[in-house]
């Protein structure tokens, strides 16, 4: 390996090791009042080496999401194609659910980052990187829903309609588990059920009650 190729690897992890500080610092509930002076301070360098991988601390939480989505497209690209479309929707789900889990920080950045408000700010570069990022794994839902439907599992709606459901009770399970309102559960437990509530909401929730 050169110089120059050296130079750029170390480059790189020294700018994975600010992130990594960075997410340490968002551990409390005034998290987005962390300053970059802090972030320098828990990286052990100087403000103006933040600033030569960053070019602000909205960068920093867009290049921490944009990290979470290229796992979960990683978790994603483990789903054996072949399996039905159920089996696959439910791996699926378990990896989600896995994901936002694992890290309450980055589950925060990730959701702040989602807001259309914090999008507006952003350079339009790095806007489209972060939208990038996320295509890979909206895609592949889509797809998923759309061979659902397709194949008559799902009712023929919108896509997004019947995403909607899902993505309200996801979201709103996440919630539960983070703010603590649960209590000391079993989460592997309780999540197997709410994506079992989940599948069978979408399979049948166009059927006639009685």
């Not at 500080?21 to 998290?31: G, K, M, N, R």
């Not at 300053?35 to 991988?53: F, R």
């Not at 054996?80 to 950045?109: F, G, I």
């Amino acid at each position: 390996m050169g110089i120059q190729e050296r130079k750029i690897r170390e480059f790189e992890q020294r700018g994975q090791e600010i992130l990594d500080a960075a997410l340490s610092l968002f551990e409390s509930d005034d998290w987005e009042q962390v300053t970059v002076e802090q972030i320098a301070h828990k990286s052990e360098v100087g403000k103006g080496t933040i600033y030569k991988h960053f070019e602000s601390k909205n960068e920093i939480y867009v290049r921490l999401a944009i990290r979470f989505q290229k796992r979960m497209a990683n978790e994603i690209a483990l789903v054996d194609p072949s399996m039905p479309v159920l089996d696959r929707l439910r791996c699926y789900l378990r990896a989600a659910w896995e994901m936002h889990l694992s890290s309450k920080e980055l589950h925060r950045v990730f959701m702040f980052c989602s807001r259309a408000e914090f999008r507006s700010k952003l350079p339009s570069k790095l806007l489209a990187e972060m939208q990038a990022s996320e295509l890979q794994v909206s895609t592949y839902t889509h797809q998923l829903m759309a061979e659902g439907i397709e194949q008559g599992l799902f009712p023929n709606k919108p896509i997004h309609i019947l995403l909607f459901g899902l993505q309200s009770i996801f979201w709103g399970a996440i919630q539960l588990i983070w703010s603590g309102y649960l209590g000391n559960i079993d989460h592997e437990q309780h999540l197997e059920e709410v994506t079992t509530f989940m599948l069978a909401g979408l399979v049948h929730h166009d059927r006639p009650t009685s």
